[in-house]
DNA sequence: TCTGGGGTCCTAGGACCC
DNA sequence: TCTGGGGTCCTAGGACCC
């Protein structure tokens, strides 16, 4: 069965610090960094380095000592994102947005208007280039998963198509961590049975794979190995989780720092629960502790829930067990809570606090309506005045954040 | 001078039901 | 009383991706 390769993976180069070096021309041709504490971004120039995004910024100062650190200008990255993705939207209405800066597009059913896959895929480079100023990579190829591979191997500002007939020969020289899901655990483990090319991963008995990795993980990976990839472009994926974090430095666990973290962290959440009236049933914590060890508590309730206070107090509850079961960890270096089985709620009325035993917290009571009605009254006031306008001890975190709100917002993923 | 933050998926054991 | 099997849900942890 010859078929076409029709499936597109496009992907900004280097996204933030390309757009810095849009914004301000004399950066252009420079190795910058987006960010401060900690790299967000590297631009090609700084990458050659050895500068890496998620690097510690000291780090990568000592790598690269001429390196130039910019603030980050947010709302440009959103800005410019949406629009590269609008091209993609403009051949075709089969597109898979992967992240602010990344996206799948099928041109199946768009090649009598607009020519080869190959063709489409120029054009589109020439117009994210020509209208945003941006270099844009694109990987053609029959799956996802080789589309992708292609992109990343046409890095930087280039094109790689790969055609049926030639698939496994591009494919099996290629070393195995360019595959989806093979990170550094897997990576190392795969060597120690002499395995460094997805060539190699092919050729190798199935058993042997999934002694190593188990089932799923081996199955998949040989599949992807000999381009068997049936995934599909999922146009309109909801998110399954909403989740916080803050990392802290080194403090002390006691209330007077958990307590202020997790309602802050709880606001976080719930304020995006409500906002598209998805609560959820099944709340998780994170503690980790002075030397990163992390360890994670969680329950299901039988109603949903997504009112602040109401889930800071739950948090609260777990993160105390999570103590009590470690009482020698007395210095906690991160907290982070998130919110699963979420479900659709036609009405934001429905979400009073249910399902717990504690009778103060059965729906209808007073207190129960008093943090529904604050939790509206602050929805209310930030819509009209901004994120910014009311909120919970916000003021008493702000040294402590390494990140500001507006990267995270551009990594939140749509309720 | 030991990496931030928002997500997804898989595994494995136990509880519980049929 | 003992034995067997399958399915689903929950919890904790790990790996991975952007």
Redesign the pocket.
Known sequence: METTATILHADLDAFYASVEQLLDPSLRGKPIAVGG????AASYEARAFGVR????G??AR?LCPQLIFVGGNFSHYQRLGDAAIKVLDDFTPVVER?????AFADVAGCTHLFGQPRDIATAIRHRVRAELGLPISIGVARTKHLA?IASQVAKPDGLVVVDPGTELDFLHDLPV?L?????????S?LAEIGIQTIGELARTHSGALTRLL?????E?LAALAWNRDPRKLETR???????????L?QKPAVARVIVPTLLH?AD??AS?LRAKARPG??V?VRVRFA??????????LDQPISATTMLAEIAGD?VR?VLADHPREKTI??L?I?V??LEESAELQLDLPLGLADEKRRPGSKKGLARFGADRAIDKIRERFGKQAVGYGTVALEAA???PDE???L???E?
């Not at 995004?53 to 510690?56: D, N, Q, R």
């Not at 994926?237 to 990392?247: D, I, K, V």
């Open positions: 504490g900690v790299v967000l995004g998620g690097m510690p000291r780090k000592e992967i992240s602010i800066d990344e992708k961590s595959m989806w899901g093979v990170g550094p655990a897997t990576k483990r188990g089932p799923a993980a081996g998949k994926r909801r998110a399954h989780s909403a989740g916080a974090q803050s990392a430095g962290l976080r959440v995006r049933r099944t998780t030397d990163l060890s992390a360890v994670t508590r969680s329950i299901t777990l067990g270096s991160l982070a998130s699963s089985h954040r390494s990140v990267f995270r917002e990594a939140e993923k309720l």
